[in-house]
């Protein structure tokens, strides 16, 4: 009797150990049916997005960004701004030593004022060789006068010594009215020949007066260039003296200042930026084996990573020219060397369609997001 009380729980706790196996074999093959179903599913579900949709993280917000460059060189006097500051157009926000550029201002309006006076002695010497010639030119009318006296004069006292030469041969006057007759023509003929001189010096001193004339002419048109030269010189030194004060070109937040007082800049360096208060957009960049479907006008679906949950719609507008690698400083060269065939990535440029969104004003060039391109 004791022997068999003893056999019976040894067969229940066989029956258990026996049962427990199936069971957890039957849990397992729910779960991995479970798994399998959720598995197939998802990517059944990917697959058909797949197919209507191109999505890229390789994405970030960008914006104009003017930067802030001095048009002269010079020392830094004041900086007038903070960083991330908001600034207006027009406003001051370098302003440079400008005490060499007033000097050169000077220099320029005195050369100007010495090309004046040049100019009012030319002038001068004109109105001097004008006078000049209109006496030398009365002066020989009078002469002419004087000539055309002489002339008659020395017809009428030939006349009177021929007809005293005739009158000398027969004795019907005396000797002294025949040498008066004779004195009194060669008189007149000298008279004339002087006049004659006296025309010539004046006509050739009119011809003097009006080469000297001709020259100070010459010479106002020089110095009317020489004033317009100065007075350009005047106006690039007040240009450039103008330069001195750097102010912010458009309207929008300033980056971070590195430029200080006493600092020294050049022509041409950039000292900070300006993020322009333009709507931003998104540049996305899409593998090359993504841009079969894609074409411009498709709706966009925008996740900021700065703002999860919110989606911002917009549409593709632009596909750059070029890949990004030939943009790169140093663009890769496959011709040479071992090549490795690298997936290229595009460009594409994606724009927002409610530019007055808060979220949209919100974003700033940098910022990562996720673009998910509608294909239908």
Sequence with gaps: METQTQTKPTNNINMQETTAPKKRSKGFVI???????????????????AQHHEETDN?????????????????????????????????????????????????????LYAAQANLGAAEASTVAAEAGI???????????????AAKVNLWRASQDFERYANLIKDHSITQQEYEQALAAK?????????????????????????TQSGATSKQINIANAGIKQRETEV???KLNLSYTVITAPEDGVL???YVQPGQYVAAGQSLFSVVLNTTPWVVANFKETQLAKMKLGQKVSVHVDAYPGKELEAKVTSFAP??????????????????????????VKI?????????????????????????D
């Design 31 to 49: 779960v991995l049916a479970a798994l399998v179903l959720g598995g197939g599913a998802f990517g059944i579900t990917k697959y058909i997005h």
């Design 59 to 111: 994405a970030q917000i960008d914006a104009n960004v003017s930067p802030v460059i001095p048009r002269v060189s010079g020392y830094v006097k004041e900086v007038r701004v903070k960083d991330n500051q908001v600034v207006k157009k027009g406003d001051t926000l370098v302003v440079l030593d400008n005490r060499d550029f007033l000097l050169k201002v000077q220099q320029a309006e005195n050369a």
């Design 134 to 148: 209109s006496t030398a030119q009365a002066q020989i009318g009078t002469i002419d006068a004087q000539i055309e």
């Design 186 to 210: 060669q008189t007149a003929e000298r008279q004339l020949d002087v006049l004659a001189k006296q025309k010539a010096a004046a006509s050739r001193q009119t011809h003097v007066v009006s």
């Design 235 to 237: 106006e690039d030194a």
């Design 255 to 257: 980056s971070k200042i």
């Design 322 to 347: 070029a890949t990004g690698a030939r943009f790169a400083l140093l663009p890769p060269d496959n011709a040479s060397g071992n090549f490795v065939k690298v997936v290229q990535r595009l460009p």
């Design 351 to 375: 724009e927002f369609n409610d530019p007055n969104d808060a979220v949209v004003k919100q974003l700033r060039p940098g910022m990562n997001v996720v673009v998910d391109v509608h294909l």
